[in-house]
């Protein structure tokens, strides 16, 4: 089985609109079967020399892509419609989830939303560790950190069942 390309390719910043609206950047398909083949799928995409952890996924018309989100098409100073360099490689950590600092202390201080968030999996967990660190402001962070924990401990975040007792 070939390794993973690590090529650099030129792709346009698109968006698509399949339920949620988001930017993506399309992966020629070599190279993402490249590395789905191997059962690659987290990745550090390197877009205009800035390295991002993202996710190998596919849209409805299976073609494989990255999402970017605003926060990172500006370190890039790209948009929608802008070509960007890309180049990507197997990610060394592939569960690893940067939680951020505010987060973490309020796991730490809370055992029973810390337990349920540990019992999730790690794109979930990667998912509520994302909302809490893309605000900007600290306040932000930190109020998103306890909203996050508290919805944990109360079964309350979207999509929960209610407890069985």
Do not use: W
């Not at 998912?127 to 944990?152: F, G, P």
């Amino acid at each position: 089985m070939p390794s993973p390309s690590n090529e650099p390719f030129a792709t346009q910043v698109t968006r698509q609109a399949s339920g949620f609206h988001f930017h993506c950047l399309l992966i020629p398909p070599e190279i993402a079967d490249s590395y789905t083949s191997r059962g690659i799928r987290r990745v550090i995409a390197t877009i205009n020399g800035c390295p991002f952890r993202r996710a190998i996924q596919r849209n409805a018309n299976g073609e494989s892509l990255v999402i970017v989100g605003a926060s990172m098409l500006r370190e890039v100073r790209a948009t929608f419609g802008d070509v960007v360099i890309v180049e990507l490689a197997p990610d060394p950590e592939p569960d690893r989830i940067d939680l951020g600092d505010e987060l973490t202390e309020v796991l730490e201080m809370d055992e029973e939303a810390a337990a349920r968030f540990y019992s999730f999996s790690p794109g979930k967990q990667r998912s509520l560790a994302y909302h809490v660190t893309s605000a900007k402001r600290e306040e932000t962070r930190i109020k998103r950190a306890l909203e996050i924990a508290h919805k944990l401990r109360t079964y309350t975040l979207y999509g929960d069942l209610p407890r069985e007792e």
